[in-house]
């Protein structure tokens, strides 16, 4: 993947604090590689599984302990899919990295999966810390989370996706809707609820140096939105990819469909995936250039 920003004025956009979305701006700008979109054609194909001897149900993507069987994979992100909560928490091990491999003027970045997200925002008196401790102290002890600026929690709800953001550099909650139907009061409480219970699984972890339930949700932030429930995930996304804790660079709905190639992409060759890039030259593309010399 590679991507360029286009930015006439952001002095002026910062000062606004993306008040207005216009061209002063930052714009995302997404170019994707020849080899993702061959890659993404032949993986969606109706014949891929056939031509591998594959059950569309196998595990077909393994990161992290987390695993998506082809099936899921590709209803999630063929034209038009609805993101699956397996595909949503695998994207979030990719998107997080060390923290050590970004320029220290880079703004650090992790999410969690939807599963943990779903947990934090029960009412804190059915809140099981126990079941949210491992993937909390997992993610300290590979990205340090004293040190990163914005923590992600994308959450499934009523057919869509929306995202809340622990943002440190502003001391705020940050929320997105892209379809902008959820009820402030439902927002409110499950904002409510996550500072809570997620105040008390890093303290006893010892996972972060801020006191999160001190910090104001910030409703002034204007962000791309849309009318369709069947993007709402790749826009949860693109929101994570985007916001740097102050600003979040333009988008729009003309970018989903590449943003869908490149998650692809990225999913399966993954290094950590079992099926990745080794898999892929050794099986996939052999067999296809036999079928080509036939």
Same mark, same amino acid.
């Given at each position: 993947?590679?991507?360029?920003?286009?930015?006439?004025?952001?002095?002026?956009?910062?000062? %606004?604090?993306?008040?207005?979305?216009?061209? $002063?701006?930052?714009?995302?700008?997404?170019?994707? *590689?020849?080899?993702?979109?061959?890659?993404?054609?032949?993986?969606?194909?109706? @014949?891929?599984? $056939?031509?591998?001897?594959?059950?569309?149900?196998?595990?077909?993507?393994?990161?992290?302990?987390?695993?998506?069987?082809?099936?899921?994979?590709?209803?999630?992100?063929?034209?038009? &899919?609805?993101?699956?909560? #397996?595909?949503?928490?695998?994207?979030?091990?990719?998107?997080?990295?060390?923290?050590?491999? +970004?320029?220290?003027?880079?703004?650090?970045? /992790?999410?969690?999966?939807?599963?943990? @997200?779903?947990?934090?925002?029960?009412?804190?008196?059915?809140?099981?810390?126990?079941?949210? %401790?491992?993937?909390? *102290?997992?993610?300290?002890?590979?990205?340090?989370?004293?040190?990163?600026?914005?923590?992600?929690?994308?959450?499934?709800?009523?057919? *869509?996706?929306?995202?809340?953001?622990?943002? @440190?550099? +502003?001391?705020?909650?940050?929320?997105?809707?892209?379809?902008?139907?959820?009820?402030?009061?439902?927002?409110?409480?499950?904002?409510?609820?996550?500072?809570? $219970?997620?105040?008390?699984?890093?303290?006893?972890? #010892?996972?972060?140096?801020?006191?999160?339930?001190?910090?104001?949700?910030?409703?002034?932030?204007?962000?791309?939105?849309?009318?369709?429930? /069947?993007?709402? &995930?790749?826009?949860?996304?693109? =929101?994570? #990819? $985007?916001?740097?804790?102050?600003? /979040?660079?333009?988008?729009?709905?003309?970018?989903?469909?590449?943003?869908?190639?490149?998650?692809?992409?990225?999913? /399966?060759?993954?290094?950590?995936?079992?099926?990745?890039?080794?898999?892929?030259? @050794?099986?996939? =593309?052999?067999?296809? %250039?036999? %079928?080509?010399?036939?």
């Amino acid at each position: 993947m590679s991507t360029g920003f286009n930015t006439k004025d952001d002095i002026n956009c910062r000062k %606004r604090g993306t008040k207005d979305v216009d061209e $002063n701006c930052q714009i995302y700008q997404l170019k994707v *590689q020849n080899e993702a979109h061959v890659f993404y054609d032949d993986v969606m194909s109706s @014949t891929f599984c $056939n031509s591998l001897s594959m059950d569309r149900s196998n595990e077909f993507i393994r990161i992290s302990g987390l695993y998506a069987s082809y099936e899921n994979f590709v209803d999630s992100l063929k034209p038009g &899919g609805k993101i699956c909560d #397996e595909v949503m928490s695998l994207h979030t091990k990719v998107f997080s990295k060390p923290s050590k491999n +970004d320029p220290a003027t880079k703004c650090k970045k /992790i999410a969690f999966t939807s599963t943990l @997200t779903s947990k934090l925002i029960r009412k804190p008196e059915n809140f099981d810390i126990q079941s949210c %401790r491992q993937e909390i *102290q997992d993610m300290h002890s590979l990205y340090n989370m004293k040190r990163d600026d914005l923590l992600f929690f994308p959450l499934p709800v009523d057919d *869509q996706w929306v995202l809340i953001c622990i943002n @440190t550099i +502003d001391k705020r909650v940050n929320f997105f809707d892209s379809l902008h139907i959820i009820s402030n009061d439902r927002r409110d409480e499950w904002i409510a609820n996550m500072k809570v $219970n997620l105040y008390r699984v890093c303290f006893e972890a #010892e996972t972060l140096s801020q006191d999160i339930r001190e910090f104001e949700l910030d409703t002034s932030l204007t962000y791309p939105s849309q009318n369709n429930v /069947i993007d709402s &995930g790749v826009y949860v996304m693109l =929101y994570m #990819e $985007n916001f740097d804790g102050k600003l /979040i660079k333009y988008f729009d709905v003309e970018v989903v469909p590449k943003f869908r190639k490149v998650v692809a992409f990225h999913l /399966i060759m993954n290094s950590r995936n079992p099926n990745g890039p080794e898999y892929f030259k @050794t099986k996939v =593309y052999s067999k296809k %250039r036999k %079928r080509q010399m036939q």
